[in-house]
């Protein structure tokens, strides 16, 4: 086998592959994230009548009452963003790895600095996402099905409404969230990889990424859940309305927490799972899929 097959690609090549598995995943699962905003939005202890009871009746509701092209409202920024957010992810990973085995003169990646990575390039991730996903939010949720026509509409009125630094709401718990997903994720998949039998075949090297990339997904998950029920409705918040109740996810949660119980940190996780747990694998799929195609090709 020729040495390229395991020397780190060009960042402009992991940034193509990233790109490619970001997008593939959201085609595939977007409506899962429309219905995890419709429900994390949802304020109060109880089920009022017009509020969604399940993944089912968001899904069977929209379609009813709003059409089911709205299960793909709001798609435009994340396959915008998604693109950069994605090939980010993985790109940052694959550089950090090296520079943190570098600082701790490690000659191979541990769980710790698998970890650290992750983390780190979560953290990366998070700067770029946090504007697309404040619109992503505005376009998807209910309250604001007849305010804005599109996502330039939706653009120009926060602007002209709530000034630039609106587009910056939510970002430091768009931090956590990220941070919490990618040290989840990657931390993960490094330990779930030793503990699988070694691959014998490359379908079998696919299904062990898929496997691996699904349950890192929902660990990823079940840690960011919090962050993105907090950041979910600081950006959804209408200053018309009065001021926020919270601007950081720690005030967030813990006024959440009072006023609703903990389990309310977990409103969306459904849906949220089931995106982000088989989508998890998708990504390492599609991602180790093009970066082998692209070392047998290209190196």
Same mark, same amino acid.
């Given at each position: 086998?020729?040495?390229?097959?395991?020397?780190?690609?060009?960042?402009?090549?992991?940034?193509?592959?990233?790109?490619?598995?970001?997008?593939?995943?959201?085609?595939?699962?977007?409506?899962?994230?429309?219905?995890?905003?419709?429900?994390?939005?949802?304020?109060?202890?109880?089920?009022?009548?017009?509020?969604?009871?399940?993944?089912?009746?968001?899904?069977?509701?929209?379609?009813?009452?709003?059409?089911?092209?709205?299960?793909?409202?709001?798609?435009?920024?994340?396959?915008?963003?998604?693109?950069?957010?994605?090939?980010?992810?993985?790109?940052?990973?694959?550089?950090?790895?090296?520079?943190?085995?570098?600082?701790?003169?490690?000659d191979k990646l541990t769980?710790?600095?698998?970890?650290?990575?992750?983390?780190?390039?979560?953290?990366?991730?998070?700067?770029?996402?946090?504007?697309?996903?404040?619109?992503?939010?505005?376009?998807?949720?209910?309250?604001?099905?007849?305010?804005?026509?599109?996502?330039?509409?939706?653009?120009r009125k926060i602007y002209? %409404? &709530? !000034?630039?630094? @609106?587009?910056?709401? *939510?970002?430091?718990?768009?931090?956590? /969230?990220?941070?919490?997903?990618? $040290?989840?994720?990657?931390?993960?998949?490094?330990?779930?990889?030793?503990?699988?039998?070694?691959?014998?075949?490359?379908?079998?090297?696919?299904?062990?990424?898929?496997?691996?990339?699904?349950?890192?997904?929902?660990?990823?998950?079940?840690?960011?859940?919090?962050?993105?029920?907090?950041?979910?409705?600081?950006?959804?918040?209408?200053?018309?309305?009065?001021?926020?109740?919270?601007?950081?996810?720690?005030?967030?949660?813990?006024?959440?927490?009072? %006023? &609703? !119980?903990?389990? @309310?940190?977990?409103? *969306?996780?459904?849906p949220k799972v089931l /995106?982000?747990?088989?989508?998890? $694998?998708?990504?390492?799929?599609?991602?180790?899929?093009?970066?082998?195609?692209?070392?047998?090709?290209?190196?």
């Amino acid at each position: 086998m020729s040495s390229s097959a395991n020397k780190p690609l060009p960042f402009h090549f992991q940034f193509a592959a990233g790109a490619i598995a970001g997008v593939s995943e959201i085609l595939c699962m977007y409506p899962l994230d429309v219905a995890k905003t419709r429900l994390m939005l949802q304020v109060g202890k109880g089920a009022g009548k017009d509020q969604y009871k399940s993944i089912f009746d968001v899904f069977s509701r929209i379609i009813k009452e709003e059409g089911p092209t709205r299960l793909y409202r709001g798609i435009l920024p994340p396959i915008m963003v998604e693109a950069p957010k994605r090939a980010i992810k993985f790109a940052s990973n694959d550089t950090y790895a090296p520079m943190y085995m570098r600082l701790f003169n490690k000659d191979k990646l541990t769980q710790s600095l698998a970890i650290m990575t992750g983390v780190s390039a979560g953290i990366t991730e998070a700067m770029i996402v946090a504007t697309p996903e404040l619109v992503k939010i505005r376009l998807q949720a209910k309250e604001n099905a007849g305010r804005y026509t599109g996502t330039m509409d939706c653009v120009r009125k926060i602007y002209a %409404e &709530e !000034g630039l630094k @609106a587009f910056a709401n *939510g970002l430091e718990a768009t931090i956590w /969230r990220h941070a919490l997903w990618n $040290g989840g994720y990657f931390g993960s998949i490094f330990g779930i990889k030793k503990l699988m039998p070694k691959a014998e075949s490359k379908k079998g090297e696919l299904a062990i990424n898929f496997v691996s990339g699904a349950i890192g997904g929902t660990i990823g998950t079940t840690l960011n859940t919090p962050p993105d029920v907090v950041k979910t409705r600081i950006q959804n918040h209408n200053p018309a309305k009065g001021p926020a109740p919270y601007s950081t996810f720690f005030s967030g949660a813990r006024t959440i927490i009072k %006023e &609703e !119980g903990f389990r @309310a940190l977990y409103k *969306g996780y459904v849906p949220k799972v089931l /995106r982000l747990g088989p989508g998890g $694998g998708i990504l390492l799929v599609v991602y180790d899929y093009v970066t082998t195609y692209m070392r047998t090709h290209f190196m």
